[in-house]
């Protein structure tokens, strides 16, 4: 299951766990990214906290975590290769995998029809 935030972030679930990136409409408008800032393993961070920053040739954003959970694993190939987020956001471009600590927050979040509905 696949759901998205406002903040054009999307978190894939996986049991208890989720791996979350940004959206494709959001590194289109970010343009070429050349540098992304993740959390540390085992920072627990809260819904809505800033978890990380992309930083692209147009601007720098903040990458808001949308539910909250305990960071498990970085992709490192994203440090070594931020370009991912542009080419692959949805698959290779993923930012970390966080293990959920409040799951029901995912109800909230849009699922893809709502999500297009909102990029329009």
Do not use: C
């Amino acid at each position: 299951m696949t759901k998205y935030t406002e903040d054009h972030v999307w978190v894939e679930v996986e049991g208890d766990h989720a791996r979350i990136g940004i959206t494709v409409h959001a590194q289109e408008a970010l343009g070429d990214i050349v540098f992304v800032d993740l959390p540390a393993i085992g920072k627990a961070i809260a819904q809505k906290e800033t978890a990380g920053v992309v930083e692209s040739v147009k601007a720098a954003a903040d990458v808001y975590m949308p539910v909250s959970g305990e960071v498990v694993e970085i992709n490192t190939a994203l440090k070594d290769d931020p370009s991912l987020a542009n080419s692959d956001p949805m698959g290779a471009g993923w930012f970390f995998k966080v293990k959920l600590s409040n799951p029901a927050q995912l109800d909230a979040l849009m699922d893809e029809a709502a999500y297009k509905d909102f990029i329009g």
